[in-house]
């Protein structure tokens, strides 16, 4: 089988960035009472941690022609590469040494999906049995790939992804020709019945399936997503959903009769669709709460959880000393460490305004949904304007990574 091959030559820096380039297509109180209190609350820290893996590919060199990717077969391209195996098995533990992290093994669909997934199961065997590497392996599944390819992936691999991109089924015809329902949801369940097939014979084999969705891809409101998403995580047990903004720089040859808009989704909508996602994954909300009909679309500068306690202030304030943790995560500002940390004070001293101001609660946020032992901190009786000019955060300075960090 051909090896690397790059029309000019390439450092060894450079085939790394290139590989990085089309990775991106496929994130002091007075008492003792109190003192006790706030001690045994600031104890509870955000320990979750997300595994982060180093992205590398194992081939650019398409037959699919979707038009928003850089890797589609009829776009002219500078260079083209297929890595064998081997050596793409031998990059991947250089880098996972290099980076300190897992491994991501993603590729173009190269000759055909059964033959490229060969090619990545393969990588993943030498990885481990030839190489000995141990670390953590995500490792993509192909459009329409074989369950037997699919199996010899899932033995070495800790996590598989299958790619549904769009939110409305109708978007495969306008922007991914080759791609259709059946050959990435055929794929996304054979994932789910081998996972739960292994896990009940403690089988070694993947134990868990993510996806990813494209903002914007199909002029979708932000319902159509979150609704899609609900229905995937129940139906597939997916551990997470990444989502994308779709980005449509220059026309695709192929595409010319779709006269498709050249569009760039804005940033701040993805980063709404992450707190969105959160909402309904951690905190109790459903796609009904984050995107009620009357509402389809995400705020830009309000975050999901603010808005909904907006449409919803009949319903506070809420007493932090008497509801339950369910409750308190809902208040704006207050999230899963905070409402543990209040909780677990609760268990030596009545909290006070000032007290959620020592466990660095943003009160700023929350002091309008809550009281404490029966008493406001801020005044009842502001508009919902100024209430929400308060809760206006700057969206351009969240991250994604750290929103990913929530597991």
């Known amino acids: 089988m ?30 003792d009472t109190q003192n006790a209190g706030l001690k045994a609350a600031n104890k509870i820290l955000c320990t979750n941690k997300r595994m982060t893996s180093h992205k590398l590919f194992l081939s650019n060199n398409c037959v699919f022609n979707c038009a928003y990717c850089g890797c589609r077969c009829q776009k002219e391209k500078d260079y083209a590469y297929t890595f064998t195996p081997k ?22 669909i190269y000759k055909n999906a059964d033959y490229t997934q060969e090619l990545i199961s393969k990588t993943l065997k030498i990885m481990r049995n030839d190489l000995g590497y141990k670390g953590f392996i995500h490792a993509k599944v192909m459009p329409g790939a074989d369950p037997i390819v699919i199996h010899e992936t899932g033995l070495y691999a800790n996590r598989l992804s299958v790619n549904i991109e769009v939110a409305k089924s109708s978007g495969y015809e306008k922007i991914a020709k080759q791609k259709n329902k059946n050959n990435i949801i055929n794929p996304m369940t054979e994932i789910y019945e081998q996972i739960q097939e292994h896990s009940k014979n403690n089988n070694i084999f993947a134990t868990s399936q993510t996806t990813q969705l494209m903002a914007g891809s199909t002029n979708e409101d932000d319902r159509t997503i979150m609704r899609l998403s609900t229905a995937l995580y129940k139906k597939f047990n997916l551990k997470r959903i990444y989502y994308t903004a779709f980005t449509y720089k220059e026309q695709a040859k192929g595409y010319e009769e779709e006269q498709l808009p050249i569009i760039r989704v804005p940033h701040w909508r993805m980063v709404r669709l992450y707190q969105a996602d959160r909402l309904t994954q ?9 995107t009620p009909e009357s509402n389809p679309f995400l705020n830009e500068d309000i975050d999901p959880k603010a808005a909904w306690a907006l449409r919803n202030m009949d319903i506070f304030p809420i007493e932090v000393n008497k509801v339950d943790f369910n409750t308190l995560i809902r208040v704006p500002g207050i999230g899963l460490v905070y409402a543990k940390k209040i909780i677990e004070a609760r268990r030596y001293c009545k909290i006070t305004h000032n007290m959620m101001r020592r466990m660095k609660i943003p009160m700023d946020k929350c002091s309008y949904f809550i009281t404490c032992n029966g008493k406001f901190e801020k005044d009842r009786k502001v508009s919902e304007e100024n209430i929400k000019s308060v809760l206006v955060s700057k969206h351009t300075q969240i991250s994604i990574y750290d929103l990913l960090m929530q597991e």
Do not use: P
């Open 2 to 31: 051909t090896g690397l091959i790059f029309k000019n030559e390439y450092s060894y820096s450079e085939k790394i960035q290139q590989m990085q380039n089309d990775a991106i297509y496929d994130i002091g109180f007075d008492s």
């Open 87 to 108: 050596e793409l098995a031998k990059l991947a533990v250089e880098q996972a040494k290099i980076h300190k992290q897992g491994i991501f093994i993603s590729s173009a």
């Open 282 to 290: 951690l905190y109790g909300f459903c796609f009904n709460d984050v």
